[in-house]
């Protein structure tokens, strides 16, 4: 689903921004320049990136031994 209309961001960009690296939604904006031209987007992104995060997390949490998670 497209989050940001006028950067033409979708969900899955957003989530694989995530997975090379981005460790928070200023990360994702300054990648993917979300929200940096009307804003309208701006809620729905940080709750992408915020469930994204979350999700990571509790899969790392489910492994015997951590992955080890570095930014790019």
Same mark, same amino acid.
Do not use: H, N, W
């Given at each position: 689903? !497209?989050v940001?209309? $006028? @950067?033409?961001?979708?969900d #899955? @960009?957003? *989530?694989? =921004?995530?997975?090379?690296?981005?460790?928070?939604?200023k990360?994702? *904006?300054?990648?993917?320049?979300? %929200?940096? +031209?009307? #804003? +309208? $987007? =701006? $809620? &729905?992104a +940080?709750e992408v990136? *915020?469930?994204? &995060?979350?999700?990571?997390?509790?899969? @790392? /949490? %489910?492994? /015997? !031994?951590? %992955?080890d998670?570095?930014p /790019?």
């Open positions: 689903m !497209y940001c209309l $006028c @950067q033409g961001v979708t #899955g @960009q957003i *989530r694989d =921004a995530i997975f090379e690296g981005c460790c928070s939604y990360d994702v *904006r300054e990648t993917l320049g979300v %929200a940096t +031209k009307c #804003g +309208k $987007c =701006a $809620c &729905l +940080k990136v *915020r469930d994204t &995060l979350t999700e990571l997390q509790s899969s @790392q /949490a %489910a492994l /015997a !031994y951590p %992955a998670f570095y /790019a």
